[in-house]
């Protein structure tokens, strides 16, 4: 391949600024979801350890966000993908 000299070169990608940006924002959206249940949960709990708590309330934040609509909504493999016939038959009935 032959080498451009700088006058020529492609303008860099801003695709990679947005990704990250929004990796950044939903981290902190993420961050500020747990503080405020953090704080809501801390003096309701009783004798609870602050360690135990951020776990529970982590994993409980885990259980909402993650796991249940992976499990409730799995992903769908595509009809090529999958081994049983949805209208191979058509063709040859007609």
Do not use: E, H
């Amino acid at each position: 391949m032959p080498r451009l000299d700088a006058a020529r070169r492609p303008l860099p990608s801003r695709a990679g600024v947005g990704i990250g940006a929004g990796i950044i924002f939903f981290g902190m959206a993420t961050g500020a979801l747990f503080a405020v249940a953090y704080t809501v949960c801390l003096g309701r709990t009783g004798r609870l350890q602050p360690r135990n708590l951020a776990l529970l309330v982590a994993g409980g934040g885990f259980l909402g966000m993650c796991l249940v609509p992976f499990l409730k909504y799995p992903a769908n493999l595509p009809p090529s993908a999958t081994k049983r016939p949805s209208s191979s038959a058509a063709p040859c009935t007609y």
